[in-house]
């Protein structure tokens, strides 16, 4: 959507305006962003692996550019668990949760084939260097043919080494068409239904998610504020989420709840709406792209968005 869009979102659409700050009512999401573009939470981030430095004289003509690139395979060698082992063999096919380049830092989902199992860890192939990749156990997830498909139906779908949120357009002869926004163009794919993830608001990997997080006010009340997501695994009372900007994160099961962009909204209805990476309030004012994008008026202002990026209240 969102990014969450939620997603994940991948179509490059601009960001809703940043809304006025107001106080959160208890049930709803705080309507709060700063002017450029909305809080940051407080989400943890992971050392990256990779660093750049520059340097440069009146004698050098040239920048000198120097880049720390990793070689080998690419290991969560941190990894905080749970443990889990892979159900799965070489040559299945499966959903993991991958590095973006170098590593761990920057998340994406991708719809991938095992090289091997090996220990607990699934092992891929980097699509850009061939470079083996051992996924954690609870980070994988093996690609079932999504049941019950119908016009009008949200699914997440394979898309350039990555992944899109897509409206189901027909389904037919065993395939499933749909079409979704991608770097800001309408796309349409036919596909195998293998390939598509039904989201229906529930909880499953991949999905879309708000997490909270409460943080003292100085000389106030504590402020509560939602974030999008994507669902990994919850295991121990923790559950593992990537955000919208990948970075991998987890938390108390109890502070996650399932997005429901799979809702198709009419004119008038309140909705959350992902702005950076909080969720505000905000209210339908049109449908557009046949429900591929919606306008919203969030705070005083109005913007089109894509429907990832648009949610029922959380509950």
Partial sequence: MISLALALSACGDEPAPPPPQQQPQQGQPPVGASGSGGLAPKVPTMKPSASASASSSATVPTAALSIDVPSGPLKWTDFGGPIVKPELKAGDRAWAVVPVSAGWDTLKF???????????????????????????????????????????????????????????????????????????????????????????????????????????????????????????QTAEDKTWVVTTTGKPHRLAASNVKPLGIHVAHKAGDKVWVANGELLVEGQVTAIEDDGLRYKVKVGTEETSLPFESVSTPVK
């Fill in 110 to 232: 991708s719809l991938l084939t095992v090289d091997r199992v090996e220990g607990d860890d699934a092992v891929f192939s980097s699509a850009a260097d061939k470079r083996a990749i051992f996924v954690p156990g609870a980070f994988v997830s093996a690609a079932k043919p999504a049941q019950g498909l119908a016009k009008g139906d949200t699914v997440a779908v394979a898309e350039k080494d990555s992944r899109a949120i897509a409206r189901v357009t027909s389904v037919d002869g065993g395939k499933v068409k749909v079409r979704f926004r991608y770097a800001g163009d309408i796309q349409e794919l036919e596909l195998d239904p293998s390939e598509v993830v039904k989201l229906d608001g529930t909880l499953k990997f991949g999905a879309p998610a708000g997490f909270s997080d409460t943080r003292d006010q100085p000389g106030g009340q504590p402020k509560t504020e939602w974030h999008p997501a994507y669902f990994v």
